[in-house]
């Protein structure tokens, strides 16, 4: 929005430009402070995590993170006595709490099943897309609109209505949890998405690229494959985000479709209890591993949002 | 659907494998494209035979595995669920035989209180989301706009929260809304006096609907405010110039400038933005599973129980496709009010 | 970026490769799905026993309470290969029969020499057979259960209180021998100031995602002598269900959660309630008997300062019934090794020592014991709560006469819909639904 010159007559005074940045940062602070609280939750002591009146200084520690990796049993002091003096400085947290640690979590499985299904399901989608972004964008399709639309429709269905069918013929082939299963399905989900923001970027690559190629004796393929796909690998790294943002968000099916070996980190993350109702700093550290990963992406996508989130459809 | 998608399919294995097409037609608008033998006849520009495949062959075989996915894992289940509607099954029960019980699973969902009960639910929260998220996302778009120091910062701040699990964050918003122990509480305790465990936004009949408002305005206003901010920046200098000129004041401006040339952008942010949240399933679940008794109980959580707890596979069936059909007919008016005024 | 998707792809690949490297790791292990809760806990323990007398690997599968019948019951419907065993609810052996879940068990008993006789009848007959009473045996009694009580035997001790209820009630402060007395002492403690912190009366079950409410109400309306049928087996509920008692006993519970819960009460469970009784909420609290080992052990309020007593009657002497029985699931690859386990489970010496590790034990060799009375403070009244011990629906349609009533008793105790009668009259309109499509009705 560069003006033209530089008395603009649309350039805002200084005062009501003061009053905007005021009221947006505030706006910012304010939508800032449920994420900062989960975040110094996750290093709180489960006593000050349900203090009153809420803590806001307090002595760090990292029992949210140990509660979060380990299983822990209660024990008498008298066994306690029994045990050999603990040898890293978690087992010593863990016997301050009058416990010992049992074994390992789920949560350290349910988040490389996200991190399998996640990526798996991104890579797949990303590079049926792909192909099928520059088919459109390149070629004449009949019904190219129709089908299109068709693509885009496929997300208007409420997750839990798709799942009821999804349920039945995993149920018949055996992909009810498994990674397969949840690839294919997220993939399926994704590839809507794909196609559409690929599209787009496709359109804006010249195609004069490709026709020079082509005289030079590239057939169409290695055309595409030497000429517009290095061209498009920002868009794809962007659709790639996306899609994977998606999948590692995704709660519904996952919710449904797995039970123990292919489920999420999403329907997993609520049920962390500890003794006596939820742990929360335990869910502090788990959200906060969960949720950094998609922040880092949303500050790398800044650029690119706009376009994801409205499946191309604006710009900017 | 299944028709218009089990063409191309059919395409892709019987077109010949040559015919080069004309870089510069393929430019035209697809919708012009008709005839399948369309590409046979266009005029050949590039007079050279093109060697391996050609490219209507790349064509179908680049779009044939994304269809098929979609034909497998979309099409023929939602075929299926079209016939299970129509039948009483129930996935619990595989050994129990199917009947055919013709429309009566349509008839008993659209005569069930609940049912209509959880579609009011659904409609308070639409209206009430869709209301304040226009509001404060067009407000923030429309000053951040003012282009002050710093705004590309607090700008991504303010986007992080819709980048995020919904369910993750229905379930640390339970942690929030505590009564006493919780931030929510206690801030709004701090200013306005009230003991903060006095009042439980989940737990309360009056409040629970107003809980998961806040919580999905908190998460979804950044949505709004960044197709807002788009539309804001799309208007060109000009023409405020050209109003200034003609002696316009600020608010004149505003009504007869930018909020007409914002609206389509702003419609298809509502456009988006209703449609998950008449699909909405996850933030709400993990924040009050629907309750007190069934107060916040959206379509989608009602539907949840009936398919994946009573295992009515049947009558979840039509369920869905009532749901189904009323978002893609709602949709379809909608996209055609927004194309009225884009023509504008 | 371009960058990040260079590293992306091997990064997925070595992912998936791991992930699949990781599944083909031990054949020789079974694993065992249950709830994550205390007993959970001992089993392990229990289990490393059988691990070291056969080589058989044990994993476990626990999910916490509130996901566990939803969980559960969708991967015995998706015909999942998860578990090996499954510790599943009591309401479930009649679809886990039926629907083919659950292996039956009868030719393996036999040939074992397992008998069902050297098992607490009551907990045969509930978690066990099916249909009902018929000597068909989806299951091996695992762990017993009753919802009942516990309170703070140090407040009820403390002469400034006991006058104070004296004056106001006119008897002496002791654990309730009815349910409307239960609440007298409820509403006595409610508000009330105790060591400088402001105490609540009692804790009960109000969640509505899964069982919670239902469990706990159904304390109340046994106690009233709440009926599912006229004539058992007949489904015929008008009268039964609606019955003035039935009516009476709802309206009781819902004045209890008004008058006498801790602030932010209205969606909790078991681990809510241990929750308000750990921290020192409430002066009494429901829950099952599973936590009540762990209860005397805590360090805050067990010992001394706890006490446990029997679901009060009113009419009747009734308590909800909790509890699992062991099943073999019948998509299970490794069967035999389950059956391996099952084995091993029901003998006597292992039945002792899970006890002793805090399991309720369904062995007679247990529960007929001289000493067994005596060997804890709750012991007694786990006896005399398995005694008149009344269970849901166990019908293969549990599921959707659980949420039916769940939705209506939620309705009307927590949400303030309509009338107890109302509540009572439209879950019979549902149950009627449910047994009409079920073809028994």
Not at chain 2, 162 to 170: F, Q
Not at chain 2, 295 to 302: D, F, R, Y
Request: contains cysteine; charged residues 20%; glycine residues 8%.
């Amino acid at each position: 929005m560069s003006s033209t010159t530089a008395h603009s007559v649309v350039e805002p005074g200084r005062y009501l430009r003061f009053f905007a940045g005021a009221v947006v940062v505030v706006y910012a602070l304010v939508t800032m402070i449920p994420l900062v609280w989960i975040f110094i939750t996750g290093f709180k002591t489960p006593q000050d995590s349900i203090s009153y009146p809420p803590k806001v200084i307090f002595e760090p520690s990292l029992e949210g993170y140990v509660n979060l990796f380990t299983t822990r049993t209660r024990q008498t002091p008298d066994y306690m006595a029994t045990l050999p003096p603990p040898e890293t400085w978690y087992d010593e947290l863990v016997r301050s709490r009058q416990m010992v640690i049992a074994g390992p979590s789920k949560f350290g499985e349910r988040f490389m099943n996200s991190i399998i299904i996640g990526f798996g399901s991104t890579f797949l989608s990303v590079f049926l897309g792909t192909l099928a972004a520059y088919a459109f964008s390149r070629f004449r399709i009949p019904l190219a609109d129709d089908l299109l639309f068709f693509i885009l429709s496929t997300r208007m269905m409420p997750p839990i209505a798709v799942a009821i069918p999804i349920f039945l013929m995993y149920r018949t082939v055996g992909l009810s949890d498994t990674h397969l299963g949840m690839i294919i399905l997220y993939t399926t989900v994704n590839v809507s998405l794909a196609v559409w923001l690929l599209k787009g970027f496709v359109d804006e690559i010249p195609r004069e690229y490709e026709e020079a190629a082509l005289i030079d004796g590239y057939t169409r393929f290695q055309a595409f494959v030497k000429v517009v796909l290095p061209q498009m690998a920002t868009g794809i790294a962007a659709t790639a985000i996306f899609c994977l943002i998606f999948a590692w968000n995704e709660y519904a099916f996952a919710l449904l479709l797995t039970s123990g070996t292919a489920q999420t980190a999403p329907p997993f993350i609520p049920t962390i209890i500890g003794e006596g109702g939820l742990d929360w700093p335990a869910i502090g550290a788990g959200v906060t591993l969960f949720l950094l990963p998609v922040l880092v992406f949303t500050i790398l996508l800044r650029k690119h949002l706009l376009r994801g989130i409205t499946f191309g459809a604006v710009r900017k | 659907m299944g028709k218009v998608s089990a063409k191309p399919v059919l395409f892709a294995n019987s077109i010949p494998a040559q015919a080069p097409m004309d870089p510069e037609m393929t430019n035209s608008s697809a919708s012009e494209a008709v005839a399948i033998g369309a590409a046979k006849r266009t005029p050949e520009v590039i007079a050279r035979r093109v060697r391996g495949l050609s490219d209507r062959a790349i064509a179908w075989l680049f779009i044939a595995p994304t269809i098929v996915l979609l034909l497998a894992i979309n099409v023929f289940p939602l075929i299926w669920t079209v016939y299970l509607s129509f039948t009483n099954y129930k996935a619990n029960r595989a050994a129990r035989g199917v009947e055919w019980v013709g429309l009566d699973n349509y008839r008993r969902v659209l005569t069930d209180s609940d049912i209509w009960h959880n579609m009011l639910v659904t409609g308070h929260f639409l209206l009430w989301t869709m209301t304040f998220q226009v509001l404060i996302g067009f407000g923030l778009a429309w000053l951040i706009n003012k282009n002050f120091k710093g705004h590309g910062v607090w700008t991504t701040v303010i986007l992080l929260p819709m980048m995020l699990s919904p369910a993750v964050v229905g379930n640390f918003w339970t942690f929030l809304y505590q009564p006493q122990i919780g931030l929510f509480n206690y801030i709004v305790g701090f200013f306005t006096g009230v003991d903060p465990s006095s009042f439980e936004m989940i737990g309360s009949v009056n409040l629970a609907p107003w809980a998961i408002v806040i919580v999905d305005t908190w998460m979804w206003t950044p949505y709004v405010m960044l197709i807002c901010l788009a539309g804001l920046r799309s208007i060109p200098d000009y023409i405020y110039e050209a109003a200034e000129v003609d002696g316009a004041g600020p608010l004149r401006t505003f009504w007869s400038i930018t909020l007409p040339m914002v609206l389509p952008f702003l419609m298809l942010a509502v456009l988006f933005r209703a449609i998950e949240n008449f699909k909405m399933f996850d933030l709400v679940v993990e924040l009050t599973s629907g309750g007190p008794g069934s107060v916040t109980e959206l379509a989608s959580i009602n539907l949840k129980r009936e398919a994946f707890e009573k295992w009515r596979t049947g009558l979840s069936s039509a369920f869905a496709i009532i749901l189904f059909v009323t978002v893609f007919g709602a949709a379809n008016i909608y996209v055609k009010a927004l194309n009225r005024v884009k023509q504008r | 970026m371009n960058r990040f998707f260079k590293t992306a792809v091997p990064l997925v690949l070595a992912t998936v490769a791991s992930g699949v490297a990781g599944k083909a790791a031990k054949a020789e292990d079974i694993t065992l799905c249950w709830a994550a809760w205390d007993p959970a806990n001992a089993l392990v323990e229990l289990s490393k026993d059988f691990t070291a007398e056969t080589g058989v690997g044990m994993k476990f599968e626990f999910v916490p309470w509130p996901n566990f019948a939803d969980r559960m019951l969708n991967e015995l419907n998706s015909g999942g290969k998860l578990c090996d065993l499954m510790i599943g609810d009591s309401q479930w052996i009649g679809g886990g029969a039926e629907n083919g879940h659950y292996v039956k068990l009868n030719e393996f008993f036999d040939k074992e020499n397992i008998s069902m006789d050297d098992f607490a009848p009551a907990t045969v007959y509930a978690y066990s057979t099916w249909p009902k009473g018929e000597p068909n045996y989806y299951a091996l009694p695992a762990m017993g259960d009753a919802n009942g009580w516990f309170y703070r035997k140090d407040w009820f001790a403390r002469p400034d209180l006991q006058a104070a209820f004296k004056e106001k009630y006119g008897r002496d402060l002791a654990p309730p021998k009815t349910q409307l007395e239960l609440k007298d002492i409820a509403e006595f403690f409610q508000g009330r100031e105790i060591d400088g912190q402001k105490r609540y009366g009692v804790a009960i079950f109000t969640e509505r995602g899964s069982e919670g409410i239902t469990m706990g109400a159904t304390g109340a309306l046994y106690a009233w002598g709440f009926k599912y049928e006229n004539t058992p087996g007949k489904y015929d509920m008008e009268g039964a269900v609606n019955s003035p008692e039935a009516v009476e006993a709802l309206e009781f519970y819902k004045e209890l959660y008004k008058c006498c819960t801790p602030p932010g009460y209205t969606d909790s469970y078991m681990q809510e309630s241990l929750d308000a009784f750990k921290s020192g909420q409430v002066a009494m609290a429901m829950n099952w008997f599973a936590f009540f080992p762990g209860l005397y052990k805590d360090e805050q309020v067990g010992g001394d300062k706890i006490g446990f007593f029997v679901n009060p009657g009113q009419k009747v002497e009734a308590s909800t019934l909790g509890g699992q029985g062991i099943s073999v699931i019948a998509y299970s690859d490794k069967k035999d090794l389950a059956l391996q386990y099952i084995k091993w489970f029901a003998q006597p010496e292992v039945q002792k020592k899970w006890w002793s590790l805090g399991g309720y034990s369904c062995h007679v060799a247990v529960l007929n014991d001289p000493g067994f009375k005596d060997s804890q403070p709750f012991a007694a009244d786990f006896l005399l709560a398995m005694d008149g011990v009344q269970d849901f629906w166990q019908e293969p349609a549990y599921a959707e006469l659980l949420l039916s009533m769940q939705k209506r008793l939620h309705d009307y105790v927590v949400a303030d819909q309509g009338t107890a009668k109302e509540a009572l009259d439209k879950l019979i309109e549902d149950w009627t639904e449910v047994f009409q499509d079920e073809g028994k009705l």
